[in-house]
Every structure is written in structure tokens, then in C-alpha cells.
Nanobody, 114 residues
Framework: QEQLVESGGGLVQPGGSLRLSCAASGFTFSSFAMEWSRQTPGKEREWVAAVSRFGHTTNYADSIKGRFTISRDNTRNTVYLQMSSLKPEDTAVYYC???????WGQGTQVTVSS
């Protein structure tokens, strides 16, 4: 069964950092580019970052460029999102997925608040 399980979210103060993880199973992880996106209630899902199959190429949304870093470990079937200099507007549920996309996981909540 194909599965994506996000973790690492939580409550953090503005300016703080978090590292999100996404563990993949049930498919050949290295065959897919991976992405992170996020969603807040009442808004459409926003694409955040992507990483190529072997991690050589990354792309970022302008809203997070310079603050977030996407990476992957194909030996662990895991993709990461290192987030720093967090802002209240980064508050959202964060999701990972393959490219092209599979069914979404449950996401992990990130709340940036003092």
C-alpha cells in the first residue's frame, strides 16, 4: 500500500525553526521527484518546494525562498523540509507528495505564534 506520512510539525515562535519529515512506503521512492505544499483553512493548497529524484535540483516558492530547504534521503525513503525564520503566515498544514501526485497523506500542522 502506497503511503506518505508527514511528521515534525508543532507550535513554534516567530523566528524559530522546525524540520518536517515525510516517510514514504509502498513504492519506489527514488523513482519520483518529491514536493511539499501547505494549506490553511478556506484557502487552496499552496505549493512550497520540490526536489528532484536524487536531490540534485530543488525549487522553491517565492514566499519561502531563502528560509526553507527541501532535501531527501533515498536510503530512508524520506523527504525533509527544514524551515527557519518562521513567520505567522507560515502557519498551515504541510503535506508531502510525489510528482506526479499520489493520494495525499494526513499532513502535519505547523503553527507559528508567540
Amino acid at each position: 500500500q502506497e503511503q506518505l506520512v508527514e511528521s515534525g510539525g508543532g507550535l513554534v515562535q516567530p523566528g524559530g525553526s522546525l524540520r518536517l519529515s515525510c516517510a514514504a512506503s509502498g513504492f519506489t521512492f527514488s523513482s519520483f521527484a518529491m514536493e511539499w505544499s501547505r494549506q490553511t483553512p478556506g484557502k487552496e493548497r499552496e505549493w512550497v518546494a520540490a526536489v528532484s529524484r536524487f536531490g540534485h535540483t530543488t525549487n522553491y516558492a517565492d514566499s519561502i525562498k531563502g528560509r526553507f530547504t527541501i532535501s531527501r534521503d533515498n536510503t530512508r525513503n524520506t523527504v525533509y523540509l527544514q524551515m527557519s525564520s518562521l513567520k505567522p503566515e507560515d502557519t498551515a498544514v504541510y503535506y508531502c507528495n510525489t510528482m506526479p501526485r499520489k493520494p495525499w497523506g494526513q499532513g502535519t500542522q505547523v503553527t507559528v505564534s508567540s
